[in-house]
């Protein structure tokens, strides 16, 4: 079983930036096809990025394409979410989740393909 713990979250204005990072405890990350989803107050839960085991795959949500970029360091057991040119409407509850199966391009933008998830980290985005 893997823990997973988010850090990174913050107030920052629109145009600005944060870097996410998911720490994972008890099993190596490498075993893990890993996501990041958000939830915004009164709103589902929303995928973001999720990126294969070795990292050589990635996709996006269509809103996040060309302005997020999820990136991982299996030997750091970490996972990443670089968030430039932020917008109001990004501001959410961002969490991390892990997958033991191999990435589907069709499955892992979902949430119920995941098993693990971390407790979230909150990003503002200020008008």
């Known amino acids: 079983q893997v823990q997973l713990v988010e850090s990174g979250g913050g107030l920052v204005q629109t145009g600005g930036s944060l870097r996410l990072s998911c720490a994972a405890s008890g099993r190596a990350i490498s075993s893990y096809t890993m996501g990041w989803f958000r939830q915004a107050p009164g709103k589902e839960r929303e995928f973001v990025a999720f990126?294969?085991?070795?990292?050589?795959?990635?996709n996006y949500a269509d809103s996040m394409k060309g302005r997020f970029t999820i990136s991982r360091e299996n030997a750091k057991n970490t996972v990443y979410l670089q968030m430039n040119a932020l917008k109001p409407e990004d501001t959410a509850v961002y969490s991390c989740a892990a997958d033991g199966r191999g990435y589907s391009t069709v499955y892992s933008s979902t949430s119920q393909r995941y098993d693990y998830w971390g407790q979230g980290t909150q990003v503002t985005v200020s008008s």
């Open positions: 990126i294969s085991k070795s990292g050589a795959f990635t």
